[in-house]
């Protein structure tokens, strides 16, 4: 059964703590993607990866940090220099190509406490 | 830079209405254009992708047209159930071909029974 999974659904972090959310395909896809989506607001790029091995920043990826070691696993780092993390975050995949969807994952819920 | 606008009033319609929800872009002339679905609290979902040579595409019971002179594109479901109710955000590749999704803040639709 292909598709893109998100671990964990809820995550909650403690003030100056770093946490991993995971971000695992199955698809064959090549490009994978983390957004971050807060209320009333769209969708915003923190960082892409278009093959493995390779990653760019997108529009707000201070404070965050990934890794693409495997094609198939794309693990975003909210680290400690990220002044506002609770948000819900996003990840997608796609073949990386003209006219080719997104598909996503079920998404991680971080709050701050 | 590039900017997408959709409404950010939520849409209420009636059940068996015809909902129309719009997107306007700027600064931008995309070789295509999608459509998601986003539910409370879960990751959006592909609907239709037009092209810019296309006009209008249809899936069931829903229709997209795309006007490139208007920088507009308009999604329609006919026929609307309290089903349909959801968040739609419309998606353009990144300016440059690099084929990465960016998003509209979307707009909720509420189906009255």
């Known amino acids: 059964d292909g598709g893109i999974t998100q671990s964990p659904k809820y995550l909650f972090r403690k003030e100056g703590q770093n946490v991993t959310l995971s971000c695992e395909q199955n698809?064959?896809?090549?490009?994978m993607y983390w957004y971050r989506q807060d209320p009333g607001q769209g969708l915003r790029l923190i960082y892409y990866?278009?093959?493995?091995?390779?990653?760019q920043k997108g529009d707000i990826a201070e404070g965050y940090s990934v890794s693409r070691e495997k094609k198939e696993s794309f693990p975003l780092t909210v680290t400690s220099a990220q002044k506002n993390p609770t948000a819900f975050y996003l990840c997608?995949?796609?073949?990386?190509?003209?006219?080719?969807?997104?598909?996503f994952g079920q998404g991680t819920r971080l709050t701050v406490v | 830079s590039q900017k997408i606008e959709q409404n950010s009033e939520a849409l209420n319609i009636q059940e068996g209405k015809t909902a129309t929800l719009t997107c306007n872009y700027t600064?931008?002339?995309?070789?295509?254009l999608q459509w998601y679905r986003q539910d409370p609290g879960r990751g959006p979902v592909f609907l239709l992708l037009?092209?810019?040579?296309?006009k209008e595409k249809r899936k069931e019971r829903l229709k997209v047209t795309f006007d490139t002179t208007l920088k507009q594109s308009l999604f329609h479901i006919t026929a609307s159930q309290p089903a349909d109710s959801a968040t739609y955000l419309c998606?353009?590749?990144?300016?440059?071909?690099?084929?990465?999704?960016?998003f509209g803040r979307g707009t909720s639709l509420i189906v009255h029974p």
């Open positions: 698809l064959n896809h090549d490009a």
């Open positions: 998606a353009l590749d990144r300016t440059g071909g690099s084929y990465i999704p960016t």
């Open positions: 997608a995949s796609s073949r990386g190509q003209g006219e080719s969807e997104a598909f």
């Open positions: 990866s278009q093959i493995v091995n390779d990653f």
């Open positions: 600064n931008y002339s995309p070789a295509y």
């Open positions: 037009i092209r810019e040579n296309e």
